[in-house]
């Protein structure tokens, strides 16, 4: 049997580390989860784009609640490194929590533990289930990035205590200022540090105290930074909302109570492990049986490591690193519905093992100690091995927290819209109504009315949809929803119009800034089209800087650059800037070829879309149609001939569609049609008449309606053309 005092330092590490990997190792074929990956990666043109803009705003921005910037940071390195593969993500998951062991071992040795308390620790800190949560889920990589920082700042701080060397402690401090700006959660560092200096029973004199002092204003400052993040998510605001502001004083002591001491219980039954777990439903005043006993193991324990197991100074150093290190995750103010999170203790391990190996140290031999010890971290890491598939990917991460929590609207919410993604929209309809909260929240509503866009039923779709922005008409996300639906259907306007509304609640909604883009280049709105992508380019958005080059020109720029009157930008079109015959003005006209260079197309351009004169000509060089554009749209009066010269057609724009009447001639120039519109609309067909001038039937349009009859110029009828308002329906 393996002896664990015998094992060198070395090798302690080394198998720790192996067993590590071996047991993540298949965590690196896993996929994004829809559980803040997004945000943070995967639809975060922030990350995609690595460029001074984007990292300025990692530094003074939050997302999603969160102020990371360090973390950030690395998401948008490793993008710009591998791209956005889940796999290249986990993978340095991996390695750091593997680097994350080694500072752990590091930092035992140099707080004096013996063998088997060091290789106990990082055993369970490396191999136990609490950790899966924070190695896993690539969202939540601050937790390990911070704790990385954290573990190097501790570790230069001891080396301070030792060598009494002032560089040591400036490096502590900038690794410190590291671990905040990766998550939070590092705040209370310069805490871990009074208590480093209790243990080494160094006197608390102005020295101590003042050496603290840049750590305790940068605790400070990001502390009200990370204050303020909670609040623009509202996660703060929300927690107090479901209490109630502050509630029964005594619900709100038990709630503390099972908050430190679940990870303990966690470590010692690891068992319930979940994305989320989300409050306790109070009952008549009362909470679950479980809040108010949950507390007495971790209770028992202390009290006998105060009264045998531990010496004074050990046991408040170890007990305030445990209790530390939960400070700012214990429900003391509400944490957005949630009461516990398994990646909370990731640097909590730390303590907790500590005092399991003590119990083991003081009751059993060391032959039986290193048996025990052996077996239940084999235990523990096969139940991470098999535990961690349920953040394989998004379906099997919410159908867990369904599964644990199946009254919970969050947990129904996000299982449903996992179904639904994946080829279970019935299923997750069935579920989504059998919550009347769905029916309620005008979130849950926009979920039902896209699980019915999967399903193609876009009737019941509109109407969950309306109900949901009339519940909260000021959502911009619900007018972003029903934009991606109507352009699903084609319906380009409407689209432009619910964009539109969603920028103007959200300025800075660039995911609805870049949407709206497509859809005007889709139509050909080019300047609109630039002007959204010029936006996204100075907000860091460099994925546009090709389309902006090749569609989008500034008249004033270009010409104050040009030093000839040509510019050739490819074999398809040409620049050149012309002088105005009556003012002298550049103007900047845009030349069209088609394949075999014959001129198709000149038109004036500005600011990247037709502002003036526009032509086209058939490959014979001949005049084909000509009209007025004012500001991307047609305007005035507009002309089409045929190719022998003669006059085609003449009709009117006005706010971009057809107004007024419309002529169509034959070509040996005899009226063939007229009909008159108002606003796009066609209301009415004044004449309809063959080449040699005798009436043709209409049909039965009339006002906007009805069937109207289509000839060839031989007065042949070739189709019924079935009108509706004055916009055509169908032809028969």
Not at 22 to 46: H, M, P, Q, T, W
Not at 285 to 294: M, V, W
């Amino acid at each position: 049997m393996i002896n664990v005092e015998k094992i060198s330092s070395k090798k302690t590490i080394i198998v720790v580390c192996i067993l590590v990997f071996l047991i993540y190792l298949k965590s690196i074929f896993f996929d994004f989860v829809n559980f803040d990956d997004g945000a943070f990666i995967y639809e975060n043109f922030r990350i995609k784009n690595f460029n001074l803009i984007n990292l300025k705003w990692y530094f003074f921005n939050y997302l999603n609640g969160h102020y990371f910037p360090v973390t950030m940071l690395s998401y948008g390195l490793q993008a710009q490194i591998w791209g956005v593969s889940p796999m290249a993500f986990h993978v340095f998951n991996l390695i750091l929590h593997l680097v994350n062991c080694y500072l752990v071992y590091r930092v035992l040795l140099k707080l004096d533990l013996n063998t088997f308390s060091i290789s106990f620790i990082v055993a369970i800190f490396g191999l136990h289930p609490i950790q899966i949560e924070s190695v896993v889920w690539i969202g939540t990589r601050g937790g390990i990035m911070s704790s990385f920082f954290t573990l190097l700042s501790i570790s230069c701080y001891l080396d301070y205590l030792k060598r009494q060397n002032l560089k040591y402690i400036v490096f502590s401090f900038l690794l410190f200022c590291l671990a905040v700006l990766s998550k939070s959660a590092a705040l209370v560092v310069p805490i871990l540090f009074l208590l480093i200096d209790f243990k080494r029973q160094r006197i608390y004199k102005r020295q101590v105290f003042l050496e603290k002092i840049p750590f305790f204003f940068v605790s400070f400052i990001i502390g009200l930074v990370a204050i303020n993040a909670a609040k623009d998510l509202g996660t703060v605001s929300e927690g107090l909302a479901q209490e109630g502001g502050y509630l029964d004083i005594k619900i709100k002591i038990f709630k503390v109570l099972y908050s430190w001491s679940y990870y303990f219980n966690h470590l010692l039954l690891p068992t319930g492990q979940t994305s989320m777990h989300f409050d306790p439903e109070i009952i008549d005043g009362t909470l679950p049986i479980k809040y108010y006993l949950s507390f007495i193991p971790f209770s028992l324990l202390l009290v006998w490591t105060a009264l045998k197991g531990l010496k004074t100074r050990d046991f408040v150093f170890w007990c305030g690193f445990y209790f530390v290190t939960l400070a700012l995750v214990i429900n003391i103010l509400p944490l957005g519905g949630t009461i516990v999170s398994e990646r909370y203790a990731y640097l909590t391990v730390i303590a907790g093992a500590y005092f399991i190996a003590k119990i083991l140290d003081y009751y059993f031999k060391p032959k039986i100690r290193n048996i025990i010890s052996i077996f239940f971290i084999l235990i523990f890491s096969g139940i991470t091995f098999f535990t961690m598939d349920i953040w394989k990917n998004s379906l099997s991460l919410h159908k867990r927290s369904f599964e644990l929590f199946p009254t919970s609207a969050h947990a129904t919410a996000s299982y449903a819209k996992a179904l639904a993604r994946n080829n279970q929209a019935e299923l997750a309809l069935k579920i989504q109504k059998s919550d009347p909260l769905f029916l309620e929240s005008p979130e849950y509503l926009v979920n039902i009315a896209n699980t019915y866009f999967i399903l193609d039923s876009v009737e019941k779709r509109d109407s969950f949809l309306e109900k949901a922005i009339l519940k909260d008409p000021s959502n911009s996300h619900f007018y972003f929803k029903r934009a991606s639906f109507n352009i699903a259907d084609k319906d380009y306007k409407s689209a432009i119009e619910d964009l539109n509304i969603a920028i103007d609640l959200e300025p800075n909604n660039f995911m609805a800034r870049k949407r709206r883009a497509s859809v005007y280049f889709l139509i050909e709105d080019y300047g609109k089209c630039c002007l959204d992508w010029e936006f996204l380019n100075q907000n860091g958005d460099k994925t546009i800087e090709d389309n902006l080059k090749l569609y989008c020109i500034n008249k004033t720029e270009l010409i104050n650059k040009m030093d000839t009157s040509k510019v050739f930008v490819s074999k398809d079109f040409r620049l050149e800037v012309l002088k105005d015959t009556l003012n002298g003005d550049s103007i900047l006209h845009l030349f069209k070829y088609d394949s075999i260079g014959n001129l198709s197309e000149k038109g004036q351009i500005e600011n990247g879309k037709y502002n003036g004169r526009i032509l086209w000509y058939y490959p014979s060089g001949k005049l084909l149609r000509k009209g007025f554009y004012f500001d991307s749209f047609p305007f005035g009066k507009w002309k089409e001939y045929y190719e022998n010269g003669s006059l085609k057609a003449q009709y009117e724009y006005a706010s971009g569609v057809i107004d007024g009447n419309y002529k169509y001639f034959y070509k040996n120039g005899s009226l063939w049609t007229e009909k008159h519109y108002e606003r796009g609309a066609l209301l009415n067909v004044k004449q309809l008449l063959s080449k040699n001038g005798q009436v043709l039937e209409i049909g039965t349009f009339k006002n906007g309606n009805g069937e109207l009859n289509l000839y060839d110029e031989e007065g042949r009828k070739t189709d019924i053309a079935v009108y509706e308002n004055g916009y055509l329906k169908q032809f028969k």
